[in-house]
């Protein structure tokens, strides 16, 4: 098992993976990350997450039918950009994945939405799933959260069996990477903070 890595590292360096060898997913590195997941916070300890994970190639095959029915129809994308645009790669390549992780999650009652399951979506879930994802970056593993299962979520209920009152909050193709992790470019701080009020800026230097 490979050494894991400091976890700021992790945080600067973990990009988004859509493309993966053909390497499978060590079981033992697949506990490891999701065992991370289930370190995250979680309001009374509620731990409203859930995961099924999907090896099998025709189960993946159908998922990956109804991620890209849905995405096409939806997003009505340029099929003729798959090899440029990521996100239109991964639509069309799904199922291609080593291992589909479905994230699902337990909605409050009076907040559930059979047209956007990510309406109030617990907020445990989602620093699960950021869990997971640099966990796997430590491992040398790579992913990415998706929400563009929602046009066919029902559909993709009945298949795995999801029940009650779990939604399917998002999937995440889990791989050793076909791409590159590394540095990003992001805005500074001072862009996107500002102190006491939305237009005053802030500064992070001591005053002289």
């Not at 995961?51 to 998922?63: A, G, H, S, T």
């Not at 879930?125 to 966990?135: C, G, I």
């Not at 990477?177 to 470019?185: I, L, N, Q, T, V």
Request: a neutral charge; one cysteine or more.
């Amino acid at each position: 098992m490979p050494e894991s890595m400091d976890i700021l590292e992790a945080i600067y360096t973990t990009r988004t993976i859509r493309k993966f060898t053909n390497e499978p997913v060590p079981p033992e590195l697949l506990r490891k990350v999701l065992e991370a997941a289930t370190q995250a916070p979680s309001g009374i300890n509620r731990q409203p997450w859930r995961f099924i994970i999907l090896e099998d190639p025709e189960i993946k095959r159908k998922v990956g039918d109804l991620y890209r029915e849905g995405y096409v129809e939806n997003r009505k994308p340029d099929l003729a950009e798959a090899e440029r645009n990521p996100s239109v790669y991964l639509a069309m390549h799904m199922a291609e994945a080593p291992v589909l992780i479905v994230v699902c999650g337990i909605m409050p009652p009076g907040n559930r939405s059979r047209i956007d399951p990510l309406v109030m979506t617990p907020p445990g879930v989602y620093a699960a799933t950021q869990n997971l994802l640099l966990a796997a970056r430590a491992f040398g593993l790579g992913g990415t959260m998706t929400t563009n299962h929602r046009w066919r979520e029902s559909d993709i209920r009945e298949l795995l069996g999801v029940r009650e009152p779990h939604e399917i909050l998002g999937i995440i193709p889990l791989g050793y990477p076909a791409e590159k992790h590394g540095p990003k470019a992001r805005q500074p701080v001072e862009q996107v903070t500002s102190l006491d009020h939305w237009d005053t800026p802030i500064t992070f230097s001591s005053p002289s």
